[in-house]
Nanobody, 123 residues
Framework: QVQLVESGGGLVQPGGSLRLSCAAS????????IVWFRQAPGKKREGVSC????????YYADSVKGRFTISRDNAKNTVYLQMNSLKPEDTAVYYC????????????????WGQGTQVTVSS
């Protein structure tokens, strides 16, 4: 049974940092790309970042490029999203998900996802 559990969200001031974690079970990250997407109230779902399982290639939305870094620890079956220089517009529920393409990335097409973790950027 595929399960993804996100953690690490919270309230942070603008300019601050958070690191989100995505713990996977029921499958191995060795063969599955993982994407982070976010959903803010009244806004469209946005794919934020993705990491391939085949070669570790990473992809970022323009809105977070240079500020967010995705990484994975296959030994722990966990993916991380380091978020720096946070802005109020980054406020959303963040989800990690498998993609619809197995080991390959997509910022648009998702498979299974977790319950999400709230990130609030506010002074």
């Amino acid at each position: 049974q595929v399960q993804l559990v996100e953690s690490g969200g919270g309230l942070v001031q603008p300019g601050g940092s958070l690191r989100l974690s995505c713990a996977a079970s029921g499958f191995t990250l060795d063969y599955s790309a993982i994407v982070w997407f976010r959903q803010a109230p009244g806004k469209k779902r946005e794919g934020v970042s993705c990491i391939n399982s085949s070669d570790g290639s990473t992809y970022y939305a323009d809105s977070v490029k240079g500020r967010f870094t995705i990484s994975r620890d296959n030994a722990k079956n966990t993916v991380y999203l380091q978020m720096n220089s946070l802005k109020p517009e980054d406020t959303a529920v963040y989800y990690c998900a498998t993609t619809a393409y197995g080991p390959y990335c997509s910022l648009l097409d998702y498979g299974s996802w977790g319950q999400g973790t709230q990130v609030t950027v506010s002074s």
